[in-house]
């Protein structure tokens, strides 16, 4: 259902804002999670279970809902970007961006020519209701798309000065274990090298001017995340949110 980004109109009006992830999947769980008040749901695609068909499910339970379907792509891919963009995700987040070149071609793929180099299909897809919105899907795809790198890497963190210039980036989002393991100590977050190197990139994405997002970390709940200026925090996932839950319900149960 093609309608304004929930997500991107709440950050450019100044509000933080707080996502869970979608690993499983599941259209119900997207529609559960939609519904308990997350501003965005990213559907996970580099390390959840959905394909192409499950992602289609999970974005139209989540359009019945106020929050935003976002998608992490698995790659910096111009064919699977398209696939994404047409089946009508309101944002798309790019894993591993370690140059503003590979931050070009991210948003090229994303943008129709001459901007970008994206495919054209607007006349049928899902994102323009399947071409009954086409003209206003076309005038605004560019403006209500919401476009997230990571930064994940040495390299990343090295040029994100030149990463946020990109024109189209809107969003950094600090992603702490892959950077934890790219300086060599892989989910050490107690080791101060890795302390250091994740505070530094969240001061400076949030000098640069674009929103910075971030998992919560070094031990802070996604409040004190945007204490902190991370404006938009992606917490929880759904298996997590099981896990943890199913846990304590057995542990309360041998303890009764």
């Known amino acids: 259902m093609f309608r304004e980004n929930p997500l991107k109109a709440r950050l450019r009006a100044g509000q933080p804002a707080i996502g869970g992830w979608l690993t499983f999947g599941s259209a119900v769980v997207a529609e559960i999670m939609g519904l308990a008040g997350y501003d965005a749901v990213m559907i996970d695609l580099e390390h959840g279970f959905a394909g192409l068909t499950e992602t289609v499910h999970c974005l139209q339970a989540l359009s019945a809902t106020p929050a935003a379907g976002l998608v992490r792509v698995p790659a910096n891919d111009p064919v699977v970007l398209k696939r994404v963009l047409d089946i009508g995700v309101e944002g798309v987040m790019i894993p591993s961006v370690g140059s503003a070149a590979e931050a070009r071609a991210a948003v090229a793929a994303c943008r129709y020519p001459p901007a970008g180099i994206r495919g054209a299909a607007y006349g049928m897809v899902r994102a323009s209701d399947y071409g009954q919105a086409r003209a206003a899907y076309l005038a605004g795809a560019e403006d209500n798309l919401l476009i997230i790198g990571q930064i994940e890497s040495r390299e990343g963190l090295a040029a994100i000065e030149e ?76 298996t997590g949110l099981l896990r943890k839950a199913a846990a304590a319900e057995v542990a309360a149960f041998r303890q009764g």
């Open 163 to 238: 990463i946020a210039a990109v024109d189209g980036i809107d969003c950094l989002f600090v992603g702490p274990y892959d950077l934890s393991g790219s300086l060599g100590h892989l989910g050490a977050f107690g080791e101060p090298a890795v302390r250091d190197a994740i505070l530094e990139a969240e001061r400076r994405i949030a000098a640069t001017g674009v929103w910075l997002g971030a998992l919560p970390s070094l031990g802070r709940s996604p409040a004190a995340m945007t204490r902190d200026g991370v404006r938009l925090v992606i917490a929880a996932a759904d």
